[in-house]
Nanobody, 126 residues
Framework: QLQLVESGGGLVQPGGSLRLSCTASGSSLANLHIGWFRETPGKEREQVSCISNSATVTTVSRPLKGRFSISRDNAKNTIYLDMSNLKPEDTATYHC???????????????????WGQGTQVIVSA
């Protein structure tokens, strides 16, 4: 059974950068689309980014374009989310999960995501 573990979160000052990792066990990520979403208590979950199995398609939510990017290393069974110029509103718990596709233009839906990881917390604060 696929298990995903997120790591790399922490405390960072506004304007800083961070790389999050999503590492799989139990199954290969090579043939899977993987997305990132984030959540904050009291707010709707927000779609962040997605990468296709072949990495021919990468998507980043429009407000985050230019600051966030996604990549994969199938040899390491890992998906990365690189974040730069971080802002306080980026504070959230970031999850990776399996997706059937990489169309993230609409609102977050639970049915779009499977095998969530536990998440890694990012705090952007001075």
């Amino acid at each position: 059974q696929l298990q995903l573990v997120e790591s790399g979160g922490g405390l960072v000052q506004p304007g800083g950068s961070l790389r999050l990792s999503c590492t799989a066990s139990g199954s290969s990520l090579a043939n899977l689309h993987i997305g990132w979403f984030r959540e904050t208590p009291g707010k709707e979950r927000e779609q962040v980014s997605c990468i296709s199995n072949s990495a021919t398609v990468t998507t980043v939510s429009r407000p985050l374009k230019g600051r966030f990017s996604i990549s994969r290393d199938n040899a390491k069974n890992t998906i990365y989310l690189d974040m730069s110029n971080l802002k306080p509103e980026d504070t959230a718990t970031y999850h990776c999960a399996r997706r059937s596709g990489c169309n993230i233009g609409g609102p977050w839906r639970a049915s779009d995501y499977e095998d969530w990881g536990q998440g890694t917390q990012v705090i952007v604060s001075a």
